[in-house]
């Protein structure tokens, strides 16, 4: 009994105290993080009408409005998934009058941008994919976030990574969202705690002597925007540790001299395949691109688009073959290997000890259990931005964002997350689909031709699906759909003719305009 009373006696003294500070102070972030002090055993022992009383606040002139929640959100990585996470929860701040957030973003480097921030690292180990002459393979009009529209001046569409990086910059200072960011900040490990809230532990250098400092907090919700460009992934492939001449990763590529009068295989035929081939066959000797998807050998000037590698033999011969061909090819006079063959996700940050079962196994390139392919599946407090590949990233990671902070609300205007059951099974099933087109466990978050209709049900999901954003999507769709053609029409180590177009967005009849192409003439779709 003498327990009891001192657990009510105490929770008097709490809201007295909470009473005190929210009339005196009126902070958000002070009276929320007060409330969360109560701990689980007196919580129990006060009657719900003393709870359902905490909830609310009394404002200077003793009104007794209703209290405005602060929720600590905690954002892993600066780029651009970063940052459209940032802003959909900062305007989130000005559009709800119930639900406030304290937002941090911790980026590792001193600058946003991410992957598309280029630094000249010949004179050092290269570890970032952002080589000198990259532009991009998407226009600008269809990379642009539906908040800033971007080209649609007749200028080139398709642009270097310099000018991405300066609209990224313009993004983050027309929606002020620098003020929420600490650089130099590497998150060293994450914890789902006990009552589903989240522990981050990073250190900060602080550029005085080589000074880290070490911190650690708790968040209400976490969204990790780490990106998943930073673990290069090189196929086992049989006698390559005995190849002679140079290896490495497109992640270690900068720019195609030192290929110069060279032979060189670049193995994968995607967009940094291609691209990275064509620039490295503009010096070279001769230039061979492994396809998997190719057949035979096919020469196009110093460039042959061969099958996949299969092997490298004891003298140095790398041979390819197709399981759709008995023809085998092998090219005895190779001095250098560039694998062009992607990444594997990862979550340094993420082990044993997170208390949160996440698996992304090298060599899978899928992340589960994910619920639509953004929300952890058990503990959703826990967000993934831009695990979809084969998208376009900048509004994908927009809408996302905005799916995100709408399951925080205290009211949801959209559609409100599946039970604990239904997320599982929903994860569960879509880890081992092979991807929309069920293909194999490595194209899971491959959506291509299917990010439309994702984009759509996250737009349901968030209250934010109308006609407007029905003629963004389909914009998008009609100038990626136009983008890709011209792309695959290329030959291997071909003229870069479709980087050459330029558009126009026209959102109000889901279409665009040819402003120009290599041909000089124009369209309109």
Same mark, same amino acid.
């Given at each position: 009994?003498?327990?009891?009373?001192?657990?009510?006696?105490?929770?008097?003294?709490?809201?007295?105290?909470?009473?005190?500070?929210?009339?005196?102070?009126?902070?958000?972030?002070?009276?929320?993080?007060?409330?969360?002090?109560?701990?689980?055993?007196?919580?129990?022992?006060?009657?719900?009408?003393?709870?359902?009383?905490?909830?609310?606040?009394?404002?200077?002139?003793?009104?007794?409005?209703?209290?405005?929640?602060?929720?600590?959100?905690?954002?892993?990585?600066?780029?651009?998934?970063?940052?459209?996470?940032?802003?959909?929860?900062?305007?989130?701040?000005?559009?709800?009058?119930?639900?406030?957030?304290?937002?941090?973003?911790?980026?590792?480097?001193?600058?946003?941008?991410?992957?598309?921030?280029?630094?000249?690292?010949?004179?050092?180990?290269?570890?970032?994919?952002?080589?000198?002459?990259?532009?991009?393979?998407?226009?600008?009009?269809?990379?642009?976030?539906?908040?800033?529209?971007?080209?649609?001046?007749?200028?080139?569409?398709?642009?270097?990574?310099?000018?991405?990086?300066?609209?990224?910059?313009?993004?983050?200072?027309?929606?002020?969202?620098?003020?929420?960011?600490?650089?130099?900040?590497?998150?060293?490990?994450?914890?789902?705690?006990?009552?589903?809230?989240?522990?981050?532990?990073?250190?900060?250098?602080?550029?005085?002597?080589?000074?880290?400092?070490?911190?650690?907090?708790?968040?209400?919700?976490?969204?990790?925007?780490?990106?998943?460009?930073?673990?290069?992934?090189?196929?086992?492939?049989?006698?390559?540790?005995?190849?002679?001449?140079?290896?490495?990763?497109?992640?270690?590529?900068?720019?195609?001299?030192?290929?110069?009068?060279?032979?060189?295989?670049?193995?994968?035929?995607?967009?940094?395949?291609?691209?990275?081939?064509?620039?490295?066959?503009?010096?070279?000797?001769?230039?061979?691109?492994?396809?998997?998807?190719?057949?035979?050998?096919?020469?196009?000037?110093?460039?042959?688009?061969?099958?996949?590698?299969?092997?490298?033999?004891?003298?140095?011969?790398?041979?390819?073959?197709?399981?759709?061909?008995?023809?085998?090819?092998?090219?005895?006079?190779?001095?250098?290997?560039?694998?062009?063959?992607?990444?594997?996700?990862?979550?340094?940050?993420?082990?044993?000890?997170?208390?949160?079962?996440?698996?992304?196994?090298?060599?899978?390139?899928?992340?589960?259990?994910?619920?639509?392919?953004?929300?952890?599946?058990?503990?959703?407090?826990?967000?993934?931005?831009?695990?979809?590949?084969? !998208?376009?990233?900048?509004? /994908?990671?927009?809408?996302? =964002? @905005? #799916?995100?902070?709408?399951?925080?609300?205290?009211?949801? +205007? &959209? !559609?409100?997350?599946?039970? /604990?059951?239904?997320?599982? =099974? @929903? #994860?569960?099933?879509?880890?081992?689909?092979?991807?929309? +087109? &069920?293909?194999?466990?490595?194209?899971?978050?491959?959506?291509?031709?299917?990010?439309?209709?994702?984009?759509?049900?996250?737009?349901?999901?968030?209250?934010?699906?109308?006609?407007?954003?029905?003629?963004?999507?389909?914009?998008?769709?009609?100038?990626?759909?136009?983008?890709?053609?011209?792309?695959?029409?290329?030959?291997?180590?071909?003229?870069?003719?479709?980087?050459?177009?330029?558009?126009?967005?026209?959102?109000?009849?889901?279409?665009?305009?040819?402003?120009?192409?290599?041909?000089?003439?124009?369209?309109?779709?």
């Amino acid at each position: 009994m003498s327990s009891s009373r001192a657990v009510v006696s105490s929770t008097i003294l709490f809201v007295l105290l909470y009473t005190t500070f929210s009339s005196a102070f009126q902070s958000k972030a002070t009276i929320f993080r007060l409330s969360r002090t109560i701990s689980k055993a007196t919580a129990a022992a006060v009657p719900s009408r003393i709870l359902a009383s905490m909830s609310m606040s009394t404002n200077s002139n003793g009104n007794g409005e209703e209290c405005i929640q602060t929720k600590k959100v905690g954002i892993i990585g600066g780029g651009a998934a970063g940052l459209a996470t940032a802003r959909a929860f900062l305007r989130e701040n000005e559009l709800n009058q119930n639900t406030q957030y304290d937002v941090t973003v911790l980026e590792s480097r001193d600058s946003i941008g991410g992957i598309w921030k280029y630094e000249d690292q010949t004179k050092t180990e290269k570890n970032r994919p952002m080589y000198r002459n990259l532009r991009t393979n998407l226009p600008k009009e269809l990379m642009a976030y539906r908040e800033l529209p971007w080209g649609s001046d007749g200028e080139a569409s398709y642009v270097t990574h310099k000018d991405v990086l300066e609209y990224l910059e313009a993004y983050a200072n027309k929606f002020d969202l620098l003020k929420c960011i600490s650089f130099g900040s590497s998150v060293k490990q994450l914890n789902v705690l006990d009552d589903d809230q989240i522990s981050l532990e990073w250190t900060t250098n602080t550029g005085e002597n080589g000074n880290v400092e070490t911190h650690k907090q708790t968040f209400d919700n976490v969204c990790v925007c780490n990106g998943h460009y930073a673990r290069p992934a090189i196929p086992r492939l049989e006698g390559l540790d005995t190849f002679q001449g140079d290896i490495i990763h497109a992640i270690e590529y900068d720019n195609a001299q030192p290929y110069a009068g060279k032979t060189v295989l670049c193995v994968g035929a995607k967009p940094s395949g291609l691209d990275i081939s064509r620039e490295i066959g503009l010096v070279a000797k001769h230039v061979y691109l492994s396809d998997s998807a190719c057949d035979k050998k096919q020469t196009f000037g110093n460039v042959s688009l061969m099958p996949r590698m299969q092997s490298v033999d004891v003298n140095g011969g790398v041979h390819f073959s197709s399981p759709r061909s008995a023809e085998e090819h092998v090219a005895d006079d190779v001095d250098a290997i560039v694998f062009c063959s992607g990444y594997d996700y990862d979550f340094p940050f993420i082990n044993e000890k997170s208390n949160l079962e996440l698996q992304f196994t090298p060599g899978e390139r899928r992340v589960q259990p994910l619920y639509e392919q953004t929300w952890h599946a058990r503990c959703p407090s826990v967000s993934f931005i831009g695990i979809p590949h084969s !998208i376009v990233p900048f509004p /994908l990671c927009e809408i996302q =964002a @905005a #799916a995100i902070v709408s399951q925080t609300r205290q009211q949801i +205007n &959209g !559609i409100p997350l599946p039970c /604990l059951s239904d997320r599982l =099974a @929903a #994860a569960s099933e879509d880890a081992a689909s092979g991807g929309p +087109n &069920g293909a194999r466990v490595q194209e899971t978050h491959n959506l291509a031709s299917h990010q439309w209709d994702f984009c759509r049900k996250l737009a349901k999901i968030s209250g934010d699906y109308d006609d407007e954003m029905e003629k963004f999507i389909a914009t998008n769709k009609a100038i990626y759909d136009r983008s890709g053609q011209e792309r695959k029409s290329m030959i291997p180590g071909g003229d870069d003719v479709y980087r050459e177009t330029r558009f126009r967005r026209d959102d109000e009849n889901q279409s665009y305009e040819i402003l120009y192409s290599k041909t000089g003439t124009k369209s309109t779709v």
